[in-house]
């Protein structure tokens, strides 16, 4: 996105196009090892558990997690909501809440990917146990900075993420663009796995 400068009665005013800056931590590149996993032992979408709470900062999140089990319905199919009204996937509510997903991306091939996600509110992301996202504040809906993530084949690679919405609109988007392509897209649900209870 290119922002452009506007004249207003002898201010400058900044423009923006509609795809928001992208924000939060620079992640340095990372390379991943693609898992082991046999095809009958996975089910479509990514395991999500849910909890109610007011929350600031992923770390807040994170610490509630690791104490208290959360709500685990239906998992998410394709993570490619954004919502005005603050309501994503199964949370039933549309403000103070939170999610975390566990599951695999299936990557179709090698080489080096870019890899980024539109959230509102704060985001972290691992890939294989590595940080890949980091945007963990309140914020509006906006792309996080891309990181390269380096595939040695085509493959599962694990992922887990912490995400909260605290009020308004709400957005939770994965994004990739893979070797040799023009520009960033939202990941397909048919690349989110996760293993069978």
Request: hydrophobic fraction near 45%.
């Amino acid at each position: 996105m290119i922002p452009r400068t506007l004249a207003a009665g002898g201010l400058a005013l900044l423009a923006l196009t509609d795809t928001a800056l992208a924000q939060g931590k620079s992640i340095e590149p990372i390379s991943v090892t693609t898992a082991s996993v046999a095809e009958d032992k996975l089910t479509p979408g990514i395991r999500a558990s849910y909890w109610y709470a007011e929350f600031e900062h992923v770390d807040a999140f994170v610490k509630v997690a690791e104490k208290k089990q959360g709500w685990t319905p239906a998992p998410i199919a394709a993570l490619d909501k954004c919502d005005a009204n603050g309501k994503l996937y199964e949370a039933g509510v549309i403000e103070n809440y939170a999610i975390k997903g566990t599951g695999f991306v299936r990557f179709p091939k090698e080489g080096e990917w870019k890899v980024a996600m539109k959230s509102n509110d704060g985001i972290r992301v691992f890939l294989d146990g590595k940080l890949a996202i980091e945007d963990p504040a309140v914020h509006g809906d906006r792309m996080s900075k891309p990181i390269s993530v380096t595939v040695p084949a085509a493959g599962l690679v694990p992922m887990e993420f912490f995400y909260f919405q605290k009020k308004g609109s709400a957005c939770l988007q994965l994004h990739w663009q893979g070797p040799g392509e023009a520009a960033m897209s939202i990941v397909p649900g048919t690349a989110l796995l996760h293993q069978k209870p």
